[in-house]
């Protein structure tokens, strides 16, 4: 279920062999694994969408919390993550706003970020383990922190 273009292998007698993935596609299913083994048990984030435009979707999948997160990304709409540890601090240009009584940091994200991450070699490894059943929850919690964050800020 795990959409990736061939890997380059650029070569010479003189040079080491890179190799480059892009991951061109995430489905449903992806997104909705991801997202909900990242959500469950959470300290740091929540997750949230715009539900105007989520009633104007074309619905085609469940209506599980995760399910409409994967709706608004894949219809090309950005959704809301919301890090509840950050007092007042911000970690990426992705960061919208502060908002509460503790100043938690609001991001944006949408799938191009998603696809990213991916497309790095330890975001395609995180993500391949996720939803092979071989991660869990921290391998989940990583992956997103490098979507919102661009690494990992949180052990």
């Known amino acids: 279920s795990l959409k990736a273009l061939n890997t ?3 070569t010479s007698s003189n040079t080491k062999m890179k190799t480059e993935i892009k991951v061109t596609e ?3 299913e992806d997104l909705v694994d991801l997202l909900s ?3 469950y048990g959470s300290t740091w984030f929540d997750a949230s969408y715009d539900k105007d435009i989520y009633e ?3 619905k085609t999948h469940g209506e599980c919390f995760e399910d409409k997160l994967a709706d608004m ?3 090309g709409h950005k959704i809301t993550i919301t ?3 950050s007092e007042g601090e911000s970690y990426s240009e992705k960061f919208v706003k502060f908002e509460g009584k503790y100043q938690n940091a609001v991001y944006e994200v949408e799938l191009n970020d998603f696809l990213e991450v991916a497309s790095t070699k330890k975001g395609f490894r995180l993500l391949e383990d996720v939803l092979s059943g ?7 919690d990583a992956f997103l ?7 990992e800020v949180y052990g």
């Open 83 to 85: 890090d509840l540890e």
């Open 134 to 140: 071989e991660g869990d929850y921290y391998t989940a």
């Open 73 to 75: 990304l894949l219809n």
């Open 145 to 151: 922190q490098r979507v919102v964050f661009g690494e």
């Open 8 to 10: 380059k292998n650029n």
């Open 37 to 39: 083994t990242a959500l």
């Open 26 to 28: 995430l489905e449903h």
């Open 56 to 58: 104007k979707l074309e």
